[in-house]
């Protein structure tokens, strides 16, 4: 069974940073684009950044240049480096395949609040 654990949310100040973390339980995970998600309350899940095989990055508008998606194939892990957070960041942050989205392979995700 495939599962993908995300870590690292928080409280933060405006113009703060994280580092969202998510270990998959999946084979082969260097072959999969792997993606970061997220859904605030009353929204749907957006794509937020993903990361194909070959490490192309892509981000949504109102992350670039402020979000880093990378990954480590050796441990299984996608990482999410997020700077100057802003309120509207706040969500619940996934990760799951950056293509073909798989609906049972959605984990707990973690939880980002950006608050003065």
């Known amino acids: 069974q495939v599962q993908f654990v995300e870590s690292g949310g928080g409280l933060v100040q405006p113009g703060g940073s994280l580092r969202l973390s998510c270990t998959a339980s999946l084979r082969f995970f260097n072959i999969y684009a792997m993606g970061w998600y997220r859904q605030a309350p009353g929204t749907q899940r957006e794509l937020v950044a993903s990361?194909?095989?070959?490490?192309?990055?892509n981000y949504a508008d109102s992350v670039q240049g402020r979000f880093t998606i990378s990954r480590d194939n050796a441990k299984n892990t996608v990482y999410l480096q997020m700077n100057n957070l802003k309120p509207e960041d706040t969500a619940v942050y996934y990760c799951n395949l950056g293509n073909n989205v798989r609906p049972d392979y959605w984990g707990q995700g973690t939880q980002v609040t950006v608050s003065s």
């Open positions: 990361i194909t095989r070959t490490f192309t990055t």
